[in-house]
């Protein structure tokens, strides 16, 4: 054996470093358990709470101590859009900040969404709701947070006149009340919600169209009322067709570039509150405007109201400095056949093809050949020809579209077989107008193409086929292909095939083996990951436009972690250099992100809805779907103030600079590249 000897006591500094390295983690690990709280709340909202465990950890969230925790379970009860979630939100309504009862109302709204889903709600569900709320705004002394109880009450899915009724009051009930530009927008937004949504089923009384009349007026007596206040009440107005000659004529002056443009939206109702006379005067303003957007809504509302001068108006605009507010004018001038010189003018543009052959020289033409094909059948079918044999597949792609209005058979099928997919679309859409089944071999042959939009539009087209012996075999063989691919963004191809095939009694989806709409996996990139949300706390984008300039984005991480770290991980591994922006709708917005130029390919798995508080203004940049949870990284932004999108799509980002650069921008213009700058 051997003898222990006994151990020498520790130095006293021993001990002081040991204790400040135990209070050292333990300081740290309560500063991670927030965190690790938030993204478990993350990582379950992204899965859709599918299980109790998942909606235990957002619930448990949403009684967090750490507010930013809370904050983001709050939102996540919301989004799941589950009316049984409303009594786990509405205690936030009395929270300490004002930033979680912001986020506590706008959750309410967006939970009630689901009774839209849902079997409708008894009335009695709704009004508890609204009650709640009305309690809440009676007491409450945040502005931001009056203005988004506001909102939500405007846009809850009310089923009785008397609640829309209800709902009105309580607006008008704040507004009296009302002590900032703050509570005076939260007062418009929910009032352009109610009216949009609401009003076949109550139109507003005297009292609210008085106070909208009198927020859309610009320096109006009780507070400077701010530009957006004065578009949302414009918005209610015109969706309630209660815009009168006062206000028609205050917005038409407005400094505000969008009011007016409303100004003209609003003078193309026939039954306006006001005189043809008036608005007429308005919309001969309107086409002088230093605003393009102005002038575009001034066009459209002549033509909307069949006005006399609408082809006058759209041949001098032809000439425009705007090339947005050309293409426009040409589009229009396709009515305008009676008129030599319009056709003339159409005849010009269509043979002016020396710079068709450049990135953003073929629109005039391709614009131009599809409206004479209109307005002169003769000329158009003299030039087609040369757009047919163009290299420039859009302008084949303009082509078709000028064929249909043509009713040219041989064209049509001639351009069905093209090598671009975009092209077959417009040619089979074409042919469904001009030769019905008589094409449907046709329409069999596009079910084998790889493009989801042409196999889409191919099996619309077999849709009441009466040559079932043709159509079944192909569509089944189309399904069973995209089923094996697995990819979420082919639904529109899918549904259309299933429809067609249910109509022939031999719906797919009843087969054993075939029932799942998807087989696709979840994206490589979806997984929420701490060290990706710390990485893109405060990210900015810069996406380059090839020809025309750059634009700065500010990517909103706390808002729409989804949406971000798939729209960053995509940029960063050079996705969208090389893409295009494919949809361009002046006063509305730009699309692209797709790598087959159209709406319906995209990244090949599905992006959750992650719609918040952050409005739909111009510069918003949103995640592009075509049905709840369907966003394939295709992005827009929006031209204007779009309020019928908020709560409807995410917003992810917002124009910090360059939105001179997208008011530019046309169809088929290049994404250069997107570069990723993380935040400090």
Sequence with gaps: MWNAKPAEPAEPWFFCVLCALCVLLVVFARAQAPATTRLAVLQAEDRRAPTPRDLAVIRSGAHSPDAQTMRVAIRALGRLERPSLIPDIAPALRNAFPEIRSEAANAIGQAAQGWKRDSPPAASAVDAVVNTLAARLKVEADHDVRAALCETVGRLPYATAAQVEAAERTLLDMDARSESVTDRLGVAKGFEALVRIQRRLRAPGDEA???????????????????????????ALIAASAVDGEALRS???????????????????????????????????????????????????????????????????????????????????????????????????????????????????????????????????????????????????????????????????????????????????????????????????????????????????????????????????AWQRLIAEGHDNSHDARDAIAKALAGLAADPRGRPGSTRAS???????????????????????????????????????????????????????????????????????????????????????????EVGLWPHVRGAVGISTRGHDTGDAQIFIDLVDNPRLDHEYTVFAQVLNGIEVVDQILEGDVIERVDIVPGP
């Design 209 to 235: 169209l008085a106070r909208l009349r009198r927020l859309a007026r610009p320096g109006a007596a009780d507070a400077s009322t701010g530009a957006r206040v004065r578009r949302l009440a414009l918005e």
């Design 251 to 477: 917005a038409s002056h407005d400094p505000d570039a969008q009011a007016r443009r409303l100004a003209m939206r609003a003078a193309a109702a026939r039954d306006g509150a006001f005189t043809p006379d008036e608005a007429r005067a308005v919309l001969a303003a309107g086409r002088g405007d230093d605003s393009s957007a102005v002038r575009i809504e001034a066009l459209r509302s002549l033509r909307a109201r069949g006005d006399a001068d609408a082809c006058a108006a759209a041949l001098g605009a032809a000439a425009d400095r705007d090339v947005h507010v050309v293409l426009l004018a040409i589009d229009q001038l396709g009515a305008c056949g009676p008129a030599p010189d319009a056709v003339d003018a159409l005849e010009r543009a269509v043979n002016a093809l020396s710079d068709a052959s450049s990135a953003r020289g073929w629109h005039r033409a391709a614009h131009a050949i599809v409206a004479l094909a209109a307005a002169e059948p003769v000329r158009g079918a003299r030039s087609l020809p040369q757009f047919i044999g163009s290299r420039i597949w859009q302008l084949r792609m303009y082509a078709a579209r000028a064929a249909a209005e043509l009713n040219d058979r041989a064209a049509l099928d001639g351009l069905a077989k093209d090598d671009d997919d975009n092209v077959r679309e417009a040619a089979v859409e074409g042919l469904r107008k001009v030769a019905g089944h008589d094409a449907d071999a046709i329409y069999v042959s596009g079910l084998e193409r790889n493009g989801y939009q042409i196999v889409r539009a191919a099996a619309a087209a077999l849709d009441g086929t009466p040559h079932p012996e043709l159509a079944v075999p192909a569509l089944n063989a």
């Design 519 to 609: 087989t696709a996996t979840r994206h490589p990139h979806d997984d929420l990951a701490a060290e990706d949300l710390r990485r893109l706390a405060s990210p900015r984008a810069r996406v380059t436009i090839r020809g025309v300039g750059a634009l700065e984005l500010a990517l909103f991480t706390t808002q729409a972690p989804a949406a971000v770290l798939r729209f960053a991980h995509l940029a960063e591994s050079g996705y969208y250099n090389g893409l295009t922006f494919h949809r361009v709708v002046p006063n509305f917005v730009i699309q692209g992100g797709s790598p087959g130029a159209n709406e319906y390919i995209g990244d090949a798995s599905f992006m959750r809805d």
